[in-house]
């Protein structure tokens, strides 16, 4: 499974952008996606998660109410709608999936990862 993610970019806050994820090969596969963020000398953090199958969510406590994870009819690409940034969201954006029927926060759990998207924004 290979994970392409874009969309981020710099911004000011209040602003909002919108990531993709994009998984191809053994797709089938995945079960869940999730978004991660890092910042220096920090651990990747989760931001949110979306199994497949029925779409359930989860998210970070300090993204709730402000981002949304959502997943395409082919079930092989998410989303991650990011409104009202703040310049502590500014951190490189990673997604990953999973070949396990739940929706984990810890990142030891994903199988798969993609290349980092780097989101900054400015106040």
């Known amino acids: 499974v290979q994970l392409q993610a874009s969309g981020g970019g710099l911004v000011q806050a209040g602003g909002s952008l919108r990531l993709s994820c994009a998984a191809s090969g053994r797709t089938p596969s995945i079960y869940t996606m999730g978004w991660f963020r890092q910042t220096p000398g920090k651990e990747r953090e989760f931001v949110a998660g979306v199994t497949m199958t029925v779409g359930k969510t989860d998210y970070a406590d300090s993204v709730k109410g402000r981002f949304t994870i959502s997943r395409d009819s082919g079930k092989t690409t998410v989303f991650l709608q990011m409104n009202s940034l703040k310049p502590e969201d500014t951190a490189v954006y990673y997604c990953?999936?999973?070949?396990?029927?739940?929706?984990?926060?810890?990142?030891?759990?994903?199988?798969?990862w993609g290349q980092g998207t780097q989101v900054t924004v400015s106040s």
């Open positions: 990953a999936a999973l070949e396990a029927n739940y929706l984990p926060r810890s990142q030891r759990a994903y199988d798969y």
